[in-house]
Nanobody, 116 residues
Framework: VQLQAFGGGLVQAGGSLRLSCAAS????????MGWYRQAPGKERELVAA???????NYADSVKGRFTISRDNAKNSVYLQVNSLKPEDTAVYYC???????????WGLGTQVTVSS
């Protein structure tokens, strides 16, 4: 199983990006999908998650600015990030939870850099 994330980049504060992540390979059912991020010198933190039924969960720091969505037919998860702040600068990692094996698969990460 492979997850490929893309959509990161360098933006000015207040800008927006759309992160995408697609799972491929031998994965028969996906439960939750989501995004973590890790800034330099900090621990990885959960940004947003979405269940197969569409229920969402967000970190307090991104509520109202980030929106997670998914396309179950494409095994894909998206993160619309708006009103970006310099403190959002981090590598963003997507994940997918396999409902058959209870394994969690990770993407390699995509860098988001927000300049002030």
């Amino acid at each position: 199983v492979q997850l490929q994330a893309f959509g990161g980049g360098l933006v000015q504060a207040g800008g927006s990006l759309r992160l995408s992540c697609a799972a491929s390979g031998s994965i028969f059912s996906i439960n939750a999908m989501g995004w973590y991020r890790q800034a330099p010198g900090k621990e990885r933190e959960l940004v947003a998650a979405i269940t197969s039924g569409g229920s969402t969960n967000y970190a307090d720091s991104v509520k109202g600015r980030f929106t997670i969505s998914r396309d179950n037919a494409k095994n894909s998860v998206y993160l619309q990030v708006n009103s970006l702040k310099p403190e959002d600068t981090a590598v963003y990692y997507c994940y997918a939870d396999d409902g058959s094996s209870w394994s969690r698969y990770w993407g390699l990460g995509t860098q988001v850099t927000v300049s002030s």
